[in-house]
């Protein structure tokens, strides 16, 4: 059976659940909601998974906070023997307007850090991410108080529809492949 490994990036802790750098986690909880996925607390991570046709997708929550996300995620593909193209990581992207998906197999962590952590951890910017618009229609002055600050309400009555649509283009990528799924998904 083909596994896939789907990391969210987010900071553990109530302080931070409904932050917009939470977004990894966020998708992924509506995603293990979708497939009624228990969480477990493991090493290093909350970990659940799920099976669609004759494919296995292993999701998880680092609890190694957001810098150090490369930890849990190279654990964790070590342990479920998962190689490096079947791992996606979902994170916000300051730089995408709200909402906005684009998936990409390798590129620059562009100021991010947890995707700095991964990088830095496999030892290659070769790994597939999908990132989850969060930009602003003005540019915040304070970018690290934007992300860290809660969704607006406004925001927020937006989310469960892009949610939903990330779940989309994470199951497409297990089972259609990184190019299908960036053709289909990219820039909705």
């Not at 190279?74 to 023997?81: I, P, S």
């Not at 998906?101 to 100021?111: D, E, I, N, T, W």
């Not at 070769?126 to 600050?149: C, M, N, S, W």
């Amino acid at each position: 059976m083909n596994k896939f490994l789907i990391v969210g990036l987010g900071n553990i802790g109530s302080e931070y659940e409904n932050t917009r750098h939470n977004v990894g986690f966020r998708i992924l909880d509506l995603l293990a909601e979708t497939h009624t996925c228990t969480w477990e607390v493991k090493k290093l991570a909350s970990y659940t998974s799920f099976k669609k046709k004759g494919r296995q997708f292993v999701l998880i929550k680092p609890s190694t906070f957001m810098n150090r996300s490369g930890k849990a995620l190279r654990h964790w593909a070590l342990k479920e023997n998962i190689p490096l193209q079947n791992i996606l990581v979902l994170a916000d992207e300051l730089n995408l307007p709200f909402g906005t998906l684009r998936m990409k197999g390798k590129g620059s962590p562009a100021g991010h850090n947890g995707l700095k952590d991964i990088e830095s951890e496999l030892n290659t910017p070769h790994y597939a991410r999908l990132r989850f618009g969060i930009g602003a229609e003005t540019k915040p002055l304070d970018q690290v108080k934007f992300v860290l600050d809660p969704w607006t309400p406004q925001e927020e009555t937006l989310l469960p529809e892009r949610f939903k649509r990330c779940g989309e283009a994470i199951e497409s990528f297990g089972l259609q492949g990184l190019q299908n799924t960036m053709n289909q998904f990219n820039g909705t």
